[in-house]
């Protein structure tokens, strides 16, 4: 299937959104689904689920809607989640060991190869069946074995340094935890800065509207 040359970052952020839900469509056993249907299930409206998947070129039929197993397949491949991508993960910390004893990196796409941590204790540890290797071996390990993203739960004071050093070893993209934003876009490094507490000032914000809403 031809996909067209440019598709928007909007289009795009919402295509993980709906392969999560088609997945667990089809874990609950449904064949197909209408956008009409699939639109009531995330919130949003048959129209503009119709216009982000002609973006790739539509994935239905009129009059039947869409095949889920078939649209589980053109989803994944869009997010290139069986294109075999590597990762390795950089501070064992408290986020860090979370990730490792709770995150299913292969349901997004990637193996994680290796985490690495600073903290003597914790080297030769294993989270989440991954074992902690030394940071000192990192650069190595990254260019040796071309892990494909870095995974950023360190402290934020080290994260500009270790990041431009690991793409300088060869790394392509970076999730970065570290609560430093990263910007990398000039040497061509896709980065994914995620912030909890945005998530958090949105929620707080939404509230507020909603109570005075109900005030009026």
């Known amino acids: 299937m031809e996909r067209k040359q440019l598709v928007s970052k909007a289009v795009i952020q919402r295509m993980p959104r709906y392969y999560r839900n ?20 995330m919130g949003l409206t048959a129209s503009q689920i119709r216009q982000d998947f002609n973006c790739f070129g539509g994935f239905g039929q009129q009059g039947y809607g869409y095949n889920v197993d078939k649209l589980q397949d053109e989803l994944g491949s869009i997010l290139g989640l069986r294109a075999g991508h590597t990762a390795v993960l950089v501070g064992a910390g408290n986020l860090g060991r979370a ?3 709770n995150f299913d990196f292969s349901a997004s796409g990637f193996r994680l190869l290796c985490a690495f941590d600073a903290n003597a ?12 290797c030394n940071t000192a071996d990192l650069y190595d390990f990254v260019r040796r074995e071309r892990p494909d993203v870095a995974i950023l739960t360190l402290s934020r004071r080290h994260a500009p340094d270790i990041a431009r050093a690991l793409v300088d070893c060869g790394i392509r993209g970076l999730w970065n935890f570290t609560g430093e934003d990263l910007h990398l876009e000039g040497l061509g490094i896709p ?4 912030h909890l507490s945005d998530s958090m000032m949105m929620l707080c914000h939404m509230v507020i509207q909603d109570e005075e809403l109900s005030e009026d």
């Open 22 to 41: 088609i997945c667990e469509l089809r874990a609950e056993g449904v064949q197909r689904i209408s956008s009409r249907a699939l639109a009531e299930r």
């Open 121 to 132: 204790e914790l080297v030769g540890q294993k989270f989440g069946g991954h074992e902690i």
């Open 99 to 101: 990730l490792l004893n």
């Open 191 to 194: 980065v994914e800065n995620v």
